[in-house]
């Protein structure tokens, strides 16, 4: 079964399963469901057809991209396609089926030759092989898991092939299903390659490669399907070992007599843990934590800030539960983090979730796991994010988007430190700490009856929040230098320097994106400005908007200019809702609306 594999920061977040059609977009009908206002409720479709597997764009508002190309027709799909839609990427996995003929273009003919085994030898890793020679394969193997980042593992293939001299070649992954346990993932010279199960089983059994001279003179394979239907002479098998698990093995051969020798075997047992390497990486992406790189500096001296990371450094010690709130974009992410390292739990695994990002049923699933056979598609046991946490901090990102099935079997967990996988009968006992966040006020969904309030103050025994960058005075300069020379170095561009009409627009917009905002419009300059000077024009247009306003002088003419960017900015995160802009700002509704009028243009968003 084919599969989308949807990233966040190129770490996998969650896959879909997917039947003959699948539709994305962010109507729940999709079978794909993405949440994001950039797109369309039907956004493009995903079809297998007789050529293959094709995408096509629905007519989206902002179209859709394939390994880079903006796309609307149908377009195939190759394996490890990257889609683009809006701010999601997603990664295409598609099924190579396991055929018992040659009918298929591009396919592996896996025969059963019971007797082959037995004519086969086996030799030691690295046998026959001088100092110079291990040499060279030990820099070969450096060489191909550096082609796997670049072509993937056709070009490993194709180049372990022509190392060996190998006519055509096979990638196998064992996938420890009875029902189908081998998994072709590419195939090198020829529209079919043949192998040998009986071979590969043993590989896999004994944990040794094996090798064939002459298939045809050998009387163990008399008769044998693959040597009189295929012409096969010189056979040469390696079991692909990962972390101690045997996970797939590599199948060349060759219809030359005697075209491997004991040396052939030798360099491939010693190429064997590169290749078991970059198809670990192909087959199992690593799970979802953010153990793989350190977390970012929280940078600035705001009072109010300092107080909040005082708070939950307090609370980690003691493993206080702790609610952290804010608007979208201001952190709140980097704070749970610093929980996370402030407490004993720090050696352990760290794992967010967006629950925005999910319906509810794919939550569910990601959330607390599946058992094979769950529902259409759960092919094989999910290990859910409850279970990768085990020992550590489970962070929930936007948890007032839960809905109230969720709601319910989350505070059951919280209580009891026990769940159940979807379709599983076994209790599952868990050490996690969890840390929520929200930029929506839960009182207000607690009221309105959305948001259950046992759940509330399960999460909320230390409630923290991150101020808005608007209200963080001088931190905006730090930030801004600090992304400036972070991201100039990350892209290879020259930082410039803002004149003193640009550093006026800037210092004057209400960032109602926050920090986030403040990034992406970092990262623009520095792709799109090539000069040392920035000028107004060279801004986004949303810091444009403020060219006609002079910067202020009196005290007057500042309070002012603050009072107009802090109703600007509650009128924006509040998206037009007056009476929302208005408890934010700690005013009544009629004072806001006199604002408004007072302020004219420049007070709405």
């Known amino acids: 079964m084919a599969v989308l594999i949807l990233l966040r920061d190129e770490v ?13 977009g962010r109507a729940s009908e999709c079978e794909v469901q993405l949440v994001d206002t950039e797109l369309s409720r039907r956004h493009a479709q995903l079809r297998r057809t007789d050529l293959g597997w094709q995408l096509e764009d629905l007519g989206s508002r902002n179209g859709t991209r394939v390994d880079g190309v903006l796309t609307r027709g149908p377009v195939p799909l190759r394996p490890g396609a990257l889609i683009a839609l809006g701010s999601h990427r997603l990664v295409f996995d598609p099924p190579l089926d396991v055929v018992g003929d040659a009918d298929g273009d591009h396919r592996l003919l896996l025969l059963r030759d019971e007797a082959a085994g037995h004519g086969a030898r086996a030799l030691p890793a690295g046998a026959a092989l001088s100092a110079a020679e291990l040499a060279r394969c030990h820099a070969l193997a450096l060489a191909l898991v550096a082609l796997a980042d670049r072509g993937g593992l056709g070009a490993v293939l194709a180049g372990l092939c022509a190392e ?4 055509r070649g096979c990638l196998i992954a064992a996938t420890g299903n009875p029902g189908r346990p081998l998994r072709p993932l590419c195939m090198h010279g020829g529209a079919t390659v043949t192998a040998s199960t009986t071979l590969i089983a043993r590989a896999l059994a004994e944990g040794t490669g094996l090798v064939v001279d ?6 163990s394979f008399a008769g044998a399907a693959s040597v009189l239907t295929h012409d096969l002479r010189a056979v040469l098998v390696a079991p692909l070992v990962h972390d101690g698990e045997a996970i797939g093995v590599v199948h060349l051969d060759h219809r030359r007599r005697g075209g491997f020798d004991d040396a052939a075997l030798g360099r491939l047992a010693v190429l064997a843990p590169a290749i078991a390497l970059t198809v670990a990486r192909a087959v199992r992406p690593p799970p979802l934590t953010a153990a793989l790189a350190p977390p970012a500096p929280i940078i600035g001296d705001d ?12 609370a980690a010690a003691g493993g206080t539960q702790v609610l952290v709130l804010g608007e979208s974009g201001t952190g709140k992410e980097l704070v749970a983090r610093a929980y996370h390292a402030a407490s ?16 509810e049923t794919l939550l569910d699933s990601e959330l607390f796991g599946h058992e094979q056979g769950a529902f259409t598609g759960a092919a094989r046991r999910h290990r859910g994010c409850f279970e990768q946490a085990d020992g550590g901090t489970l962070f929930l990102d936007e948890v007032g988007e839960l809905g109230a099935a969720t709601q319910a079997k989350l505070l059951r967990v919280l209580a009891d430190r026990r769940f159940y996988r979807l379709g599983g009968e076994q209790p599952i006992d868990v050490d996690v700490r969890v840390v929520a966040a929200t930029h929506r006020d839960l009182r207000q969904l607690i009221a309105a009856g959305c948001f259950r309030d046992d759940l509330y103050w399960r999460l909320a025994v230390i409630p923290v929040e991150v101020p808005p960058l608007r209200a963080r005075g001088s931190d905006r300069a730090a930030l801004t230098a600090y992304f400036f020379a972070r991201l100039g170095a990350e892209l290879g561009r020259r930082v410039p320097t803002l004149s003193p009409e640009a550093q006026g627009l800037w210092d004057r917009h209400p960032w109602p994106g926050n920090v986030r905002e403040l990034k992406n419009a970092i990262e623009r300059l520095l792709v799109l400005h090539d000069g040392a000077i920035v000028e107004p024009d060279d801004l986004p247009p949303e810091l444009r908007a403020h060219a006609g306003r002079p910067a202020p002088g009196t005290l007057a003419d500042a309070v002012a200019s603050l009072e107009r960017e802090r109703v600007a900015a509650a009128m924006v995160a509040s998206g037009g809702n007056k009476a929302a802009a208005a408890r934010a700002l700690g005013i009544s509704r009629p004072t806001l609306d006199k604002k408004l009028r007072d302020l004219g243009p420049e007070g709405r968003p």
Not at 214 to 219: E, I, K, L, P, S
Not at 344 to 359: E, H, K, T
Request: proline share 8%.
């Open 164 to 167: 060996l001299g190998a006519e």
């Open 12 to 24: 996998p977040l969650v896959r879909f399963a997917l039947d003959d059609v699948a539709t994305l």
């Open 303 to 314: 009072p109010r800030l300092r107080a909040a990371l005082d708070a939950v450094t307090r």
């Open 214 to 219: 002459d298939a045809q003179g050998n009387v």
């Open 344 to 359: 004993p739990r720090a050696a352990g695994p760290w794992v967010a979730v967006n629950c925005a990002a999910f319906s």
